[in-house]
């Protein structure tokens, strides 16, 4: 029986505790200095909670931000959940670990992508690249970083 050490896997799991770790310190002593974070997750995920009005207005991901204004912080083995404020409405969330993509604190320049199996193929399809300025165009309320994304594609076989 051939035997082979999952790197990849392992990679993910250090990171999401890396994430769970500075979760629950901001629970406990709040957000240091500029520090916030950019958050995307798979809302698709069957343990992910949402009220269902964001669920059909992301029905695939959704980024969050947690900097100003965010309360409940409450981070459990699995995931974490936390209520922010969606055009002046406070809506709780729960985000499980393994639903989130993205993880971003731009202040320092840093991010973790977790990349599964799915996004290699999508990254394999050709590019159309005569997408025009307005189908490039993001949402105003998705602010663009400089941060470095670590991507784990290659600890993966």
């Known amino acids: 029986m051939s035997r082979e050490i999952d790197y990849g896997n392992l990679m993910h799991s250090a990171m999401r505790g890396l ?71 406070p809506e709780p969330l729960y985000i499980p670990y393994d639903a989130i993509k993205t993880f971003v604190d731009p202040s320092v320049e840093f991010g973790l992508r977790f990349e599964t199996a799915e996004d290699d193929v999508e990254d394999e399809q050709p590019e159309d690249t005569t997408a025009t300025e307005e189908e490039t165009t993001t949402d105003e309320t998705t602010e663009k970083t400089d941060a470095e994304v670590v991507s784990l594609d290659s600890f993966r076989k």
């Not at 406990?28 to 997750?41: A, K, R, S, V």
Request: net charge negative.
């Open 19 to 89: 994430i769970r770790t500075v979760l629950q310190d901001v629970a406990d002593n709040g957000l240091p200095g500029n520090h916030h974070f950019f958050i995307t997750f798979d809302t698709r995920h069957p343990d992910a909670q949402l009220a269902d009005w964001l669920r059909e207005r992301y029905p695939e991901e959704m980024t969050v931000v947690m900097q100003h204004w965010y309360d409940n912080l409450a981070v459990d083995q699995d995931g974490f959940a936390v209520t922010l404020n969606f055009g002046e409405t």
